[in-house]
T-cell receptor, first 111, second 114 residues
Framework: TQLLEQSPQFLSIQEGENLTVYCNSS?????LQWYRQEPGEGPVLLVT?????EVKKLKRLTFQFGDARKDSSLHITAAQPGDTGLYLC???????????FGGGTRVLVKP | NAGVTQTPKFRILKIGQSMTLQCTQD?????MYWYRQDPGMGLKLIYY???????DKGEVPNGYNVSRSTTEDFPLRLELAAPSQTSVYFC?????????????FGPGTRLTVT
């Protein structure tokens, strides 16, 4: 079983629609990161959240860290085909040296 | 800066063969990591290093070995390859703790063991 569970595993939407991806755990994390990965490439960091309840915005992407620091969400407004990719959450436990990744959500935005 | 470079890009191994996946970074990062990613899945940490001469196991270290003799290089050794090691391998580096410093990933090595 994954320490970080992402849902849904796959999401297919039309351009212009909104979507939300969830990252849940029963463990507390000192920080949580979201990455996007395109086919044939390594993941690229989108954002790091460190405070419970924190909300960060990156253009049309909104990231939220749960109050108890056990979960997070990524919301995309008015999705575009360029948002297509694998979205990965990754948590760091107790200010350690390493990350634990979730299983990923594959997003397909059709024009 | 080239960032994180990995060689080779692709490799096919026969069961029982050995190989070394190379990883080099030119950003003077202290922390380096090896992950594997199975099809459609997230990343699993194999080994990591917080500085030259220091390595530690991650979630899935069995069947792999690492060394860190320099800041720049962090090779991953596969001994006695098995089909279960078929995967895409990513090397990453960061200056320090993940919460404070971004991890930069290499382009990956796609390994097939048959």
């Amino acid at each position: 079983t994954q320490l970080l569970e992402q849902s849904p595993q796959f999401l297919s939407i039309q351009e212009g629609e909104n979507l939300t991806v969830y990252c849940n755990s029963s463990s507390v994390f000192s920080s949580l990161q979201w990455y996007r990965q395109e086919p044939g490439e390594g993941p690229v960091l989108l954002v790091t959240v460190v405070t419970g309840g924190e909300v960060k915005k990156l253009k049309r992407l909104t990231f939220q860290f749960g109050d108890a620091r056990k979960d997070s969400s990524l919301h995309i407004t008015a999705a575009q085909p360029g948002d297509t990719g694998l979205y990965l959450c990754a948590g760091e436990k107790a200010a350690g040296n390493k990350l634990t990744f979730g299983g990923g959500t594959r997003v397909l935005v059709k024009p | 800066n080239a960032g994180v470079t990995q060689t080779p890009k692709f490799r096919i191994l026969k069961i029982g063969q050995s190989m070394t996946l190379q990883c080099t970074q030119d950003m003077n990062h202290n922390y380096m990591y090896w992950y594997r990613q199975d099809p459609g899945m997230g990343l699993k940490l194999i080994y990591y290093s917080v500085g030259a001469g220091i390595t530690d196991k991650g979630e899935v270290p069995n069947g792999y070995n690492v060394s860190r003799s320099t800041t720049e290089d962090f090779p991953l050794r596969l001994e006695l390859a098995a089909p279960s090691q078929t995967s895409v391998y990513f090397c990453a580096s960061s200056y320090s703790y993940p919460r404070d410093y971004e991890q930069y990933f290499g382009p990956g090595t796609r390994l097939t063991v048959t």
